[in-house]
T-cell receptor
Framework: NAGVTQTPKFQVLKTGQSMTLQCAQDMNHNSMYWYRQDPGMGLRLIYYSASEGTTDKGEVPNGYNVSRLNKREFSLRLESAAPSQTSVYFC????FGQGVSEAFFGQGTRLTVV | GQQVMQIPQYQHVQEGEDFTTYCNSSTTLSNIQWYKQRPGGHPVFLIQLVKSGEVKKQKRLTFQFGEAKKNSSLHITATQTTDVGTYFCADNYQLIWGAGTKLIIKP
């Protein structure tokens, strides 16, 4: 099993450019998440999708949009990148509410906006 | 909104010494999960605690959940180089994470 797969692994954008981060999971999980991680800080939730067809804002949603394409895939879009969005982005999935709801993470996308 | 405070931010230890990280919340946590992130890696799940006063052990790691479900700790006995990384606590139900404690082994 691949688990959670994120693409790309690295990306450099110019201010104002747009891009979409892709995420797919093969564990049949209902819930998927997008986090950003900045130096010295924990993970901050950008958006999450509790189940297929639903998305909700997290702590830091401004400047981002998401799409839950199907149960497997959850994408994150930056419409007009800003230097403040330079960060490491992690996608995660879990079977929320079923006993131990361990979150499985992708390898991360290291994004630099110049 | 609710925050989970995690201390210390860094801890430097000699190999073989113990390590402890603490998480504190001003409000009751639904549960507490602990994750480990190696340098350059992604968070990996260690354990979940749900019950008030719960204590769980994994070899040299001991996890505790406070009686009031507002704090938690992770204690590592006799650290090894393989323990290096950042340890995070998280309330998975409320999707809140602590800022992490970085374990550094002194050369």
């Amino acid at each position: 099993n691949a688990g959670v797969t994120q693409t790309p692994k690295f990306q450099v954008l110019k201010t104002g450019q747009s891009m979409t981060l892709q995420c797919a999971q093969d564990m049949n999980h209902n819930s998927m998440y997008w986090y950003r991680q900045d130096p010295g800080m924990g993970l901050r939730l950008i958006y999450y999708s509790a189940s297929e067809g639903t998305t909700d804002k997290g702590e830091v949603p401004n400047g981002y949009n998401v799409s839950r394409l199907n149960k497997r895939e959850f994408s994150l879009r930056l419409e007009s990148a800003a230097p403040s969005q330079t960060s490491v982005y992690f996608c995660a999935s879990s079977e929320f509410g079923q006993g131990v709801s361990e979150a499985f993470f992708g390898q991360g996308t290291r994004l630099t906006v110049v | 909104g609710q925050q989970v405070m995690q201390i210390p931010q860094y801890q430097h230890v000699q190999e073989g010494e113990d390590f402890t990280t603490y998480c504190n919340s001003s409000t009751t946590l639904s549960n507490i999960q602990w994750y480990k992130q190696r340098p350059g890696g992604h968070p990996v799940f260690l354990i979940q605690l749900v019950k008030s006063g719960e204590v769980k052990k994994q070899k040299r790691l001991t996890f505790q959940f406070g009686e009031a479900k507002k704090n938690s700790s992770l204690h590592i006995t006799a650290t090894q180089t393989t323990d290096v990384g950042t340890y995070f606590c998280a309330d998975n139900y409320q999707l809140i994470w602590g800022a992490g404690t970085k374990l550094i082994i002194k050369p």
